[in-house]
């Protein structure tokens, strides 16, 4: 009801009910559309956001509610990476307007109507008005005027009585001229809801010469209909919109407005009204024509129109000669990450589940936030800005803490750090990046990092069209706030030792090759021997820290005595032994103890490789995961992985026997039947997350196996019951 009150078409509740084929009925929606006659109290857009606001909905923005889009307002399409800058007005000097030297009135009035007007169309039109006092300024203003002729029994009217204006149209006050509305009437009065025919828009400006205005907007390639001069300040421009409703309308001219206004006019925004008054030529005001400059000039229609404007505003740069190459030293970006990443540019972390991805992104926003080191490179310092897409607000605060912690280093800049918590408020990476920008276009971020990027993707991961347009959102982040945009991928099933860091990514390969710096991480297959070195190091450094806290005069601990935790327990029983309450501390002590045994052993090995587009090859770099942080260990260096490159060809001739549709079918029955109890219908989100992988991805893989169908949203397996 709302729709069809607010001017949409059958066909826009059509397509949005088809998203729910469980209920979707061919031709249900057109006969409930018949039985919609209005009330005396009818449902409005409005109606629909109250009742959404009382059942908890909040616009996207948040409470400020600034993205929310209005029933009764324009939507601009976002213009964040455009300029629209086509006129320079510097160079502007002007284009004649030639008053025509044969002044024939009717003939005007005959052309205008015959442009604008179908014979059948009722128009509007005013000759007559009323003195208006606006401070020391009279004006006059419009009435109502006339609203039942066609445009075809004007036409016929003024051949039939030779031309004669007042015999057909009445006589016109020569100090005020002609007034027409430019679009279609109902007959039945003159205000919006009069308007048949969203055709037309009135574009006019007085904020320069006349001369100026003209070559404006030729050289816009507005789509004009008419241009008229108004007998004074300015012209008249009648702009073929076309639109399909008042909704269209409503955007199209927020478009046009925009367009022009960047090249130079400025627009009188009461004329966006599509019942609005223009200059009607064939009349005199206060001694000066009103006649037609132009009919049908500029591009043909709308659409040609707009993808003109689009393809002069692609951003792409000017071609540039290279004849001054050697002229002076070419500056690069700053390094963000020492030998790793320039500010601005673009760098992707991988690897598999539980290789602690989104700690080390957090731990790289803190480095780059307080100027210190991350894996081993020196970072640069500045603000940055962390979206987090998958933690609640307290949980992300806790890992910040957490991390600071234990790095123990302070945190005398952590008013560096912006969160972004979008947890339950997120949108596809397109519609996201925008409002990134606009929020974030004053901040002076040195890097923005995004976290974790399935809950944004767009498309078919696997597809290179759908990832290329998904990619490029992070190259409009990165121009248009001239900071580095960071983010994690997961890996692709299998074992990854025998690839390259670039091909570890899961998905299109799209992923491995648009961003500048990609980082990898693979786990290290370590042997038992080394886990025990690692328990025995951490339970001397607990016995050697408690005897410095607890008993600082005892001196009998030798520099080898801290590497054995024989001798070590042995200092610390004497140590304590000394002490009143030493059996209490004692347990005190064996409690952290435990708790560092823990952590060594739930610790997991890792290696970082690199593919870089700036630098040349880093030395892998090693490290434990040891929550919540990422511990160098250069004595990790010497561990194989499980398979070695030489065998990468042999790992090739397996994979080609398995096809990637059979491989995603069986990924995709493996998370079925973990997730699933006893057969029973399972979310796409939970599968998504499981497999890391977007919703669309599942959906389309779903689709391209038969052995799965989609009932209530839910997934079964097509042979359940």
Same mark, same amino acid.
């Given at each position: 009801m709302a729709l069809k009150y607010e001017g949409y078409s059958v066909s826009d509740w059509e397509s949005w009910s088809r998203n729910d084929q469980g209920r979707y009925h061919d031709g249900e929606c057109e006969k409930k559309w018949e039985t919609f006659d209005g009330a005396n109290s009818p449902v409005t857009g409005a109606t629909i956001t109250q009742l959404a606001k009382d059942n908890g909905w909040q616009s996207h923005g948040g409470a400020d509610g600034d993205d929310f889009i209005g029933w009764d307002e324009g939507f601009v399409a976002t213009d964040i990476d455009k300029g629209y800058k086509i006129? /320079?007005?510097?160079?502007?000097?002007g284009q004649e307007i030639k008053e025509p030297t044969n002044w024939n009135p009717s003939q005007e009035i005959v052309d205008y109507m015959k442009t604008l007007f179908n014979a059948g169309d009722v128009i509007g039109y005013v000759n007559d008005g009323y003195p208006h006092k606006q401070g020391e300024i009279e004006k006059w203003l419009p009435n109502k005027g006339v609203y039942t002729k066609t445009a075809g029994e004007i036409i016929d009217g003024l051949r039939r009585n030779k031309g004669d204006i007042g015999a057909v149209m009445g006589d016109a006050n020569p100090e005020i001229g002609a007034w027409i509305r430019f679009n279609p009437l109902d007959g039945k009065g003159v205000k919006n809801d009069n308007v048949v025919d969203f055709r037309y828009a009135l574009v006019e400006s007085d904020s320069m010469s006349l001369e100026q205005q003209n070559e404006?907007?030729? $050289? %816009?390639? %507005?789509p004009i209909a008419t241009l008229t001069y108004s007998g004074s300040k300015s012209i008249h421009a009648v702009v073929k919109v076309n639109a399909a409703n008042y909704p269209q309308y409503q955007e199209r001219v927020d478009y046009l407005y925009k367009i022009v206004e960047k090249n130079g006019l400025k627009v009188d925004k009461q004329n966006k009204n599509p019942s609005r008054l223009t200059r009607l030529p064939g009349f005199e005001r206060q001694g000066k024509k009103q006649f037609l400059i132009a009919k049908n000039i500029g591009k043909h229609s709308? &659409?040609?129109? &707009?993808e003109y404007i689009e393809d002069m505003n692609d951003n792409l740069p000017e071609m540039k000669n290279m004849s001054d190459l050697f002229d002076k030293p070419i500056v690069l970006a700053p390094e963000l990450i020492s030998g790793i990443l320039r500010q601005g540019h673009k760098m992707l972390i991988a690897g598999p589940s539980k290789a602690g991805k989104s700690f080390s992104l957090i731990q790289l926003a803190i480095a780059i936030a307080e100027g210190w080191k991350w894996f081993g490179f020196n970072c640069q310092q500045g603000k940055v800005l962390y979206v987090n897409l998958e933690l609640d607000e307290r949980s992300a605060k806790k890992r910040?803490?957490?991390i600071y912690n234990t790095l123990g280093r302070g945190h005398n800049h952590v008013s560096n750090i912006d969160v972004w918590n979008l947890r339950g408020k997120t949108s596809p990476m397109d519609k996201l990046a925008p409002k990134l920008i606009r929020r974030a276009e004053k901040a002076d971020y040195k890097a923005v990092i995004i976290d974790p990027i399935y809950k944004v993707l767009t498309g078919d991961e696997n597809n290179a069209h759908d990832m290329s347009l998904f990619v490029n959102q992070f190259d409009l982040i990165a121009t248009e706030l001239k900071c580095s945009v960071i983010y994690a991928h997961h890996h692709s099933k299998g074992i990854q030792s025998g690839k390259s860091s670039i091909d570890r990514s899961s998905g299109s390969g799209v992923f491995a090759r648009d961003p500048d710096a990609i980082l990898d991480l693979i786990e290290l297959p370590v042997e038992e021997q080394r886990y025990m070195q690692r328990v025995n190091q951490a339970i001397c450094n607990v016995y050697d820290l408690a005897i410095k806290k607890f008993n600082p005069m005892y001196d009998e601990v030798g520099v080898d005595d801290r590497f054995s935790e024989k001798q070590m327990t042995h200092h610390l029983m004497a140590a304590m032994n000394k002490l009143p309450n030493g059996q209490q501390l004692l347990k005190q002590i064996n409690e952290q103890r435990n708790i560092a045994v823990e952590a060594m052993r739930q610790a997991t090995a890792w290696r970082l490789e690199g593919t870089l587009r700036e630098f040349p090859k880093f030395k892998s770099v090693n490290a434990w995961f040891q929550y919540p942080i990422h511990v160098l260990d250069d004595t990790l260096q010497d561990i194989k992985l499980e398979e070695e490159p030489t065998a990468k060809w042999k $790992?090739?001739? $397996?994979?080609? /026997?398995? @096809?990637? @549709?059979? $491989?995603t079918k069986q990924e995709l029955e493996e998370a079925f039947?973990? %997730?699933s109890e006893g057969g029973e219908p399972v979310e796409p989100k939970a599968i998504a997350e499981y497999l890391e992988i977007a919703k669309s991805t599942v959906y389309a893989r779903i689709r391209k196996h038969e052995g799965f169908k989609i009932i209530d949203g839910l997934i079964e397996k097509s042979n359940s019951k």
């Amino acid at each position: 009801m709302a729709l069809k009150y607010e001017g949409y078409s059958v066909s826009d509740w059509e397509s949005w009910s088809r998203n729910d084929q469980g209920r979707y009925h061919d031709g249900e929606c057109e006969k409930k559309w018949e039985t919609f006659d209005g009330a005396n109290s009818p449902v409005t857009g409005a109606t629909i956001t109250q009742l959404a606001k009382d059942n908890g909905w909040q616009s996207h923005g948040g409470a400020d509610g600034d993205d929310f889009i209005g029933w009764d307002e324009g939507f601009v399409a976002t213009d964040i990476d455009k300029g629209y800058k086509i006129v /320079n007005t510097d160079y502007v000097v002007g284009q004649e307007i030639k008053e025509p030297t044969n002044w024939n009135p009717s003939q005007e009035i005959v052309d205008y109507m015959k442009t604008l007007f179908n014979a059948g169309d009722v128009i509007g039109y005013v000759n007559d008005g009323y003195p208006h006092k606006q401070g020391e300024i009279e004006k006059w203003l419009p009435n109502k005027g006339v609203y039942t002729k066609t445009a075809g029994e004007i036409i016929d009217g003024l051949r039939r009585n030779k031309g004669d204006i007042g015999a057909v149209m009445g006589d016109a006050n020569p100090e005020i001229g002609a007034w027409i509305r430019f679009n279609p009437l109902d007959g039945k009065g003159v205000k919006n809801d009069n308007v048949v025919d969203f055709r037309y828009a009135l574009v006019e400006s007085d904020s320069m010469s006349l001369e100026q205005q003209n070559e404006i907007m030729h $050289k %816009l390639e %507005l789509p004009i209909a008419t241009l008229t001069y108004s007998g004074s300040k300015s012209i008249h421009a009648v702009v073929k919109v076309n639109a399909a409703n008042y909704p269209q309308y409503q955007e199209r001219v927020d478009y046009l407005y925009k367009i022009v206004e960047k090249n130079g006019l400025k627009v009188d925004k009461q004329n966006k009204n599509p019942s609005r008054l223009t200059r009607l030529p064939g009349f005199e005001r206060q001694g000066k024509k009103q006649f037609l400059i132009a009919k049908n000039i500029g591009k043909h229609s709308w &659409e040609e129109w &707009e993808e003109y404007i689009e393809d002069m505003n692609d951003n792409l740069p000017e071609m540039k000669n290279m004849s001054d190459l050697f002229d002076k030293p070419i500056v690069l970006a700053p390094e963000l990450i020492s030998g790793i990443l320039r500010q601005g540019h673009k760098m992707l972390i991988a690897g598999p589940s539980k290789a602690g991805k989104s700690f080390s992104l957090i731990q790289l926003a803190i480095a780059i936030a307080e100027g210190w080191k991350w894996f081993g490179f020196n970072c640069q310092q500045g603000k940055v800005l962390y979206v987090n897409l998958e933690l609640d607000e307290r949980s992300a605060k806790k890992r910040f803490v957490d991390i600071y912690n234990t790095l123990g280093r302070g945190h005398n800049h952590v008013s560096n750090i912006d969160v972004w918590n979008l947890r339950g408020k997120t949108s596809p990476m397109d519609k996201l990046a925008p409002k990134l920008i606009r929020r974030a276009e004053k901040a002076d971020y040195k890097a923005v990092i995004i976290d974790p990027i399935y809950k944004v993707l767009t498309g078919d991961e696997n597809n290179a069209h759908d990832m290329s347009l998904f990619v490029n959102q992070f190259d409009l982040i990165a121009t248009e706030l001239k900071c580095s945009v960071i983010y994690a991928h997961h890996h692709s099933k299998g074992i990854q030792s025998g690839k390259s860091s670039i091909d570890r990514s899961s998905g299109s390969g799209v992923f491995a090759r648009d961003p500048d710096a990609i980082l990898d991480l693979i786990e290290l297959p370590v042997e038992e021997q080394r886990y025990m070195q690692r328990v025995n190091q951490a339970i001397c450094n607990v016995y050697d820290l408690a005897i410095k806290k607890f008993n600082p005069m005892y001196d009998e601990v030798g520099v080898d005595d801290r590497f054995s935790e024989k001798q070590m327990t042995h200092h610390l029983m004497a140590a304590m032994n000394k002490l009143p309450n030493g059996q209490q501390l004692l347990k005190q002590i064996n409690e952290q103890r435990n708790i560092a045994v823990e952590a060594m052993r739930q610790a997991t090995a890792w290696r970082l490789e690199g593919t870089l587009r700036e630098f040349p090859k880093f030395k892998s770099v090693n490290a434990w995961f040891q929550y919540p942080i990422h511990v160098l260990d250069d004595t990790l260096q010497d561990i194989k992985l499980e398979e070695e490159p030489t065998a990468k060809w042999k $790992k090739g001739v $397996k994979k080609s /026997n398995q @096809s990637r @549709s059979e $491989k995603t079918k069986q990924e995709l029955e493996e998370a079925f039947n973990i %997730l699933s109890e006893g057969g029973e219908p399972v979310e796409p989100k939970a599968i998504a997350e499981y497999l890391e992988i977007a919703k669309s991805t599942v959906y389309a893989r779903i689709r391209k196996h038969e052995g799965f169908k989609i009932i209530d949203g839910l997934i079964e397996k097509s042979n359940s019951k």
